[in-house]
């Protein structure tokens, strides 16, 4: 059962251009999600983060969306740069289940100079 | 400051047989966290550790899988014995004092079993 989805196996992007990943998720107890950032022989690196009680949240080129009446949320990459190349996963978690965090399959970004 | 340390940081062994990886976390971390990521897919969180008690192992596989934090800092964990479907990265993690603040990951360790 599979509760945070990203069903784009990878992006493609152009430089300067808007890279937006999704994720979808089933479980309704999810009240904080976050997406983190991975490259190759690399953990993942934390990136951004978005509570429930909020529906946008920005940090410089990153802003997440939330939609919780869709189970929805996006990243938004503006304006793409060749370092952004990376494995995006995205990651929810419950509030009882404080600190236990569920991942998504991830999405491979490319973005072409 | 110092990253979250893991080792070793690739491992091949044959099924049946015995894996231990071992994890060095940030200082002052008190919650660590040890996930099984098999190819294609996101991380599993396999346990969590506040101080060096446990906060969550259910889904660690208890019939292979162990693990430990003794003291508190350091945490190893152990596969005996292994099977195929073992082969994952084995991505440790930790977060300063609440289970909630941001988890930073070491690389990981990548296990073949053959």
């Known amino acids: 059962d599979q509760q945070v989805k990203q069903n784009s196996p990878s992006l493609s992007v152009q430089e300067g251009r808007i890279s937006i990943l999704n994720c979808d998720y089933t479980?309704?107890?999810?009240?904080?999600f976050l997406w983190y950032k991975k490259y190759p022989a690399e953990g993942p690196t934390f990136l951004i983060s978005?509570?429930?009680?909020?529906d946008k949240n920005e940090d410089g080129r990153f802003t997440v969306f939330l939609n919780k009446s869709a189970k929805h949320l996006s990243l938004h990459i503006v304006p793409s740069q060749p370092g952004d190349s990376a494995v995006y996963f995205c990651?929810?978690?419950?509030?009882?289940?404080?600190?236990?965090?569920?991942f998504g399959q991830g999405t491979i970004l490319t973005v072409h100079p | 400051e110092a990253g979250v340390a893991q080792s070793p940081r690739y491992k091949i062994i044959e099924k049946r047989q015995s894996v231990a990886f071992w994890c060095n976390p940030i200082?002052?971390?008190?919650?660590l966290y040890w996930y099984q990521q098999i190819l294609g897919q996101g991380p599993k969180l396999l346990i969590q550790?506040?101080?060096?008690?446990?906060?969550?192992d259910s889904q660690l596989p208890k019939d292979r899988f162990s693990a430990e934090r003794l003291k508190g800092v350091d945490s190893t964990l152990k596969i005996q014995p292994a099977k195929l479907e073992d082969s994952a990265v084995y991505l440790c993690?930790?977060?300063?004092?609440?289970?909630?603040?941001?988890?930073?990951f070491g690389p990981g360790t990548r296990l073949t079993v053959l």
């Open positions: 993690a930790s977060s300063l004092t609440h289970p909630g603040d941001t988890q930073y």
């Open positions: 479980n309704s107890m999810f009240d904080y």
């Open positions: 978005i509570s429930s009680i909020k």
């Open positions: 990651a929810a978690n419950a509030g009882e289940s404080y600190g236990k965090l569920t």
């Open positions: 200082s002052g971390h008190a919650t």
């Open positions: 550790f506040q101080n060096n008690g446990v906060v969550d």
